[in-house]
């Protein structure tokens, strides 16, 4: 007579081995094997436009995942991102003119000025606390860009630094396809590198201290030690998207790292989702879409012309309107929904939550 064995339904983990597993299921082997071919597909089958909004989502992506370790995981508040990324493309521009740096001396030099702008204002966390902290941080952009702007007067760069394509065995970088798979594996590197950091005792020390302060240091966690790293590595990753831009684009100019650029990083983590990493992903797609969303839809009405000149005042218009939403109506952001989506899939065509224990 045979026995019958009951199936373990769910996914459980049965070694500590799958622990440290970046990927666990079949489904998701299948899912990551799919992305990857359609990643190496696109750049062959897009146009020169749809490449570079690719490889602008790519560069905030570095950006706005720097800002999700700091703020999202770290809970430390920081207004001086657009000064960040203005000190790595300027360490890179004045590198280049003056010395004729290559690019293999000046994105490590803009990732070390970031760390030691890290330093010096990640200081004020040690004794200051939310809008005040977020003030002395502020600080951080306008004494950057005086800074930049100072050079750029003196020196005669009155429309910008002209930095020639970085080049990678003799061969210039040039073409946007090329741009496409260098800046791809940049932001895969940096996402590889968040989520070994968040797994390590880093990354666990940075959620005790957003969740408590206090708890987290009773239990024995250097306070002082981790908000500082939070900044060093935040602004280190920063400013060396900020060298990438500046390759990228060709050029350096103050113009390029106002105020409203902060504003556009802080509302990727916010529209994205605090406290994950996709949702920072997913927050830099939206944020870097959405204004030509709204130019292709203000296109689109009759009488267009009529709107040119007030296409700017719309753009920050309706991206003031699309973070009030989502921080009224779903506070969570878009990895949020993402969740939802997943696990309407996963108990389909069920209606009840997981059992507790069960990976989601």
Known sequence: MSRRVPRASGYFRSGYAQDFALIETR?????????????????????????????QIFLSSIGALALMLLTGYAGQISLGHAGLLAAGAFTTGILFKEFG?????????????????GIVFGLPSLRLRGLYLAVST??????????GGEYETK???STGIVIDPPSIGGYAITSGRIWYFVLLAAAAATLLFCVNLLRARTGRAWRAIHAHETVAEALGISI?????????ISSAMTATAGALFAYYRGFVSVEAFSLFLTIQYVAMIIIGGMGSLLGAILGAVFVTVFPYVIEAALVALPGAS??????F????AAFGVAMILFLVFEPQGLVGIWRRLQTYFLLWPFKYRPVAGARK
């Not at 009529?306 to 296409?311: D, T, V």
């Open 313 to 316: 005042a719309v753009n920050y």
């Open 306 to 311: 009529n709107y040119a000149g007030q296409l």
């Open 155 to 157: 020196r005669g760069y």
């Open 138 to 147: 502020l600080a951080l952009h306008f004494a950057v860009v005086y800074v």
């Open 27 to 55: 489904l998701e082997k299948t899912a990551a094997v799919a992305l990857l071919v359609v990643l190496a597909a696109f750049p062959f089958l897009a146009s020169a436009f749809w490449l570079d909004l690719a490889n």
């Open 101 to 117: 740096a290559p690019f293999w001396i000046t994105l490590p030099a803009s990732a070390l000025t970031g760390a030691l702008l």
């Open 224 to 232: 002082a030690a981790y908000k500082l790293l939070a900044f060093v």
